[in-house]
T-cell receptor, first 111, second 117 residues
Framework: DAKTTQPPSMDCAEGRAANLPCNHS???????VYWYRQIHSQGPQYIIHGLKNNETNEMASLIITEDRKSSTLILPHATLRDTAVYYC????????????FGSGTQLTVLP | GAVVSQHPSRVICKSGTSVKIECRSLDFQATTMFWYRQFPKQSLMLMATSNEGSKATYEQGVEKDKFLINHASLTLSTLTVTSAHPEDSSFYICSARDRPATNEKLFFGSGTQLSVL
């Protein structure tokens, strides 16, 4: 699985958009980009995933560059409960494919 | 969405005892489940892949005789930490995907905090 690079930490003001970047320059053509987050002492929570096109759901938006070498997770209106470690992961298809976690970005939403 | 239930959420045991952790897929069947371990302030590390009806596949450096995995049904995988020692104290997390799965998301349990005294 391709390796990802994320900033170790970011701050965001409550109510503002949080934009979390991720570099995955070695991603291969059939690998998806997944975003998960982990609130302290809990299991990771799925946020969103995509292959080539931008994606949006009730939690966030995922913007993937045309060359697919980087992506940005956008939380449109961050709240204090969004404070967590955010993991950007790239991985292949198939039920037996596990996901390899990097070090993630600690997002702190400030009041 | 799909739910993965993990039990217990927290366990404290004496050194030398064995601890069993259960992972259940509540509303879907999972031929494959994954077990991760997480030490404080570190990321999740894959320990093993649990396969229904067959032997688990362990990552390099993970002792299969110490971390016993059983995946006897499509909805249940168990991890048994045998003869636990203080260095086994960690946060253990299981995960699974829906069947059939192509690029679907991985669902995670809530984790088990193991403390070995």
């Amino acid at each position: 699985d391709a390796k990802t690079t994320q900033p170790p930490s970011m701050d965001c003001a409550e109510g503002r958009a949080a934009n979390l970047p991720c570099n995955h320059s070695t991603i291969s053509g059939n690998e998806y980009v997944y975003w998960y987050r982990q609130i302290h002492s809990q299991g990771p929570q799925y946020i969103i995933h995509g292959l080539k096109n931008n994606e949006t759901n009730e939690m966030a938006s995922l913007i993937i560059t045309e060359d697919r070498k980087s992506s940005t997770l956008i939380l449109p209106h961050a709240t204090l409960r969004d404070t967590a470690v955010y993991y950007c992961i790239v991985g292949g298809s198939g039920s037996a494919r596990q996901l390899t976690f990097g070090s993630g970005t600690q997002l702190t939403v400030l009041p | 969405g799909a739910v993965v239930s993990q039990h217990p959420s927290r366990v404290i045991c004496k050194s030398g005892t064995s601890v069993k952790i259960e992972c259940r897929s509540l509303d879907f069947q999972a031929t494959t489940m994954f077990w991760y371990r997480q030490f404080p302030k570190q990321s999740l590390m894959l320990m093993a892949t649990s396969n229904e009806g067959s032997k688990a596949t362990y990552e390099q450096g993970v002792e299969k005789d110490k971390f016993l995995i059983n995946h006897a049904s499509l909805t249940l995988s168990t991890l048994t930490v045998t003869s636990a020692h203080p260095e086994d104290s960690s946060f253990y997390i299981c995960s699974a995907r829906d069947r059939p799965a192509t690029n679907e998301k991985l669902f995670f349990g809530s984790g088990t905090q193991l403390s070995v005294l």
